[in-house]
């Protein structure tokens, strides 16, 4: 564990030592926030020159564990923060993001209720045609063990992942939707801008209604949209000059077309 | 004179290449002891904390559930055995039929061809393969059976015989190519037809090499962890069907480490470590079998 930090320091140390000028930015975390970071950092280091922002992905988790030890300056979470973590950390919000749930185009369910999808995921419900759809055999697809998205669609339904009766679990939202496609009868969950852009790409997939509410970039800012989160940047006590310059960016006006670009919903 | 100056010439170019090999050869095989020594490392404050037990007690894999964590190895163990016995008793037959075909019946100009698709089939990542798998062969099983997710030990099985299917088929080749060419016009002499000496001379001749490439096979497909963590579904459970999902060790891996906290990644680091001996006894195990029936068939 010690030896990449150090050799991170050395990277570091080697960095700032050619230029004088030039300062890097490490930011690790969310693999829903690090596509529209990087864009963000691209925009920023051009109007920028002399500071280099290394974006990295690899889960809320390691954004939050990587900002507090320090070997990120900036961690990205795509949740609120818990109780324990606000001691050391600060969040600061970028967009909101909704998690909604995706079938494939040919199944005939438009709209299921908190009900409906807590009976779906606990395997009391097992056959499409008890929630309107065809005589098909469900297939529930989950995300794996520490995503967000998973966290914040269990919060929804107050379920505990041990309650969850899954056929297939996946990682990325990319397999939650490749695994939709593959299998007319899997109900699967993303987040909202992946789905939409998959959607207007083609992908033969369906957002389904929620609570009544059609997901869609206008119910998540509005709030009416039951399944949404946060997306944070996270700091510690210490953050470099160059790192603060960077944050106020990300929290500026200036990105909204860049949070738009990936489907998120800018708040400013 | 000059001839004893070369000799002691020759004799320290000797040491110094030897040195140096020897080196090589050291830091090679020392890599592999860092490795596990950072698996160990990695795994200890489990093995510590008497977690180690729970790891072969406890009958489900749910690190992150408040209520109820379970920590259970064996279901992902087994579908770490059970998709690689499956991959290989897929591609053993096809590879073994191939290799026969490029060394006995098929044309020159054919057998080069067929060469170069199986070199090609080495080098396409494994990442495509997965791919092509939850496209195209999950897709199908879901036609064939549409109760079952599709995702499952049998696409699992079918994705990894296509991944070693050329290193089997290419290592059977060379070991039939290096049959003795006297043993077979022996045969011919005989009067034994092409498939009897193919069966009775060719083939046994050729075991060793053949059991090489299937042991190659085995090691590349208990470590795959991209093109299984698409296609297996990813239940950590003993499968009862060929259409169930199954988790190998390595998928779990893939899934979580990058989001697992200190004791979840510990009984991670724990659970390579698990895969890492059985891959150890397993291929000691097989070599073990090979010099056996090597120094067998020298005997006979």
Redesign the interface.
Known sequence: MLTPVLLLAALCLGSCGKGEKSESIIVTGSSTIAPLVADAAKQYEASHPGVRIEVQS??S??GI?DATSGVAELGMVSRSLKDEEKTDLTAHTLAMDGVCVVIHRDNPVKQLDKQQLIDLYTKKITNWKDVGGND??V?VANK????STLEVFLHYLDL???DVK??????ENL?VI??V??????IGYVSIGTASAEEKAGTPIKLVVTGKVVPTMEAVKDGSFPITRPLNVVTDAETSPAARAFLDYLMSTEINDIIEKHFFVPIR | MTSSRNTSLSRSVDRVTGGILGLIAIVSGGLVLVILWHLISGAWPAIEAGRLGLFFTDGKWQPGSERDPQFGVVPMLAGSVLVTLLAVALALPVGLASAVFHRFYAPPALERWHRRMMELLIGVPAVVFGFWGLMVVVPAIVRFAPDSPGQSLLAGGIVLALMILPLIALTSQAALQAVPAAQLQAAAGLGLGRASTILSIALPAARGGITGGVLLGLARAIGETMAVVLVCGNIPQIPQSLLDPIRPITSTIALEMGYATASHKALLFCAALVLVLFCALMVGWLSFRKSASDSGTGGA
């Open positions: 690899g889960g988790s390691r564990s098909a055999t297939v794996a063990e520490g995503r505990d992942n041990a899954a056929d297939v679990v996946v990682g397999h490749h695994s496609v593959s299998n007319p009868n899997t």
